[in-house]
């Protein structure tokens, strides 16, 4: 998607600090382009400090994946690169419940995303990290 199409959100009052922090040895990091530990090798978890944030504070955002910004490994909130992913429906699957003995089973309808993916919320929160880390080539 061409960057003239896509839409920078802004919300005031994001404050929190966003620390990468290993499974295995607990070995913090800076929020950085960073994926094991290089302590370790162990997985990075992305881990939030300061952040306060109820359903209501959501419910009035525009229906986006960027609704969730607090928790979302964006610190600049003005490298958001919305291509309108996320908010699909879950739709109830009746006869595939009762095929698979579950009485109330939904699917994910995310053939609505813009490009029929389950794919399409991380790839433009990936997108907008990358942007907000001096990447400009996808």
Known sequence: MRASRCKTLRWSGLSRTIKL??????EEYESR???ICPKCLGALEVNYEGVSVSRSS???RE???????ELLPIEDRGNVVDIGSGSTPLVRAYRL????G???LYIKNDTLNPTFSFKDRPTSVA??????LG???W
Do not use: A, N
Request: hydrophobic share 30%; aromatic share 12%.
């Open 21 to 26: 922090v290993c499974r295995s040895c607990s």
């Open 33 to 35: 382009l960073l994926y």
């Open 58 to 60: 959501f419910e009035s």
């Open 63 to 69: 229906r986006s994946i960027w609704r969730y910004l």
């Open 97 to 100: 419940g009762e095929e698979l």
């Open 102 to 104: 579950i009485r109330k």
């Open 127 to 132: 997108v907008s990290k990358g942007s907000e």
């Open 135 to 137: 990447r400009d080539t």
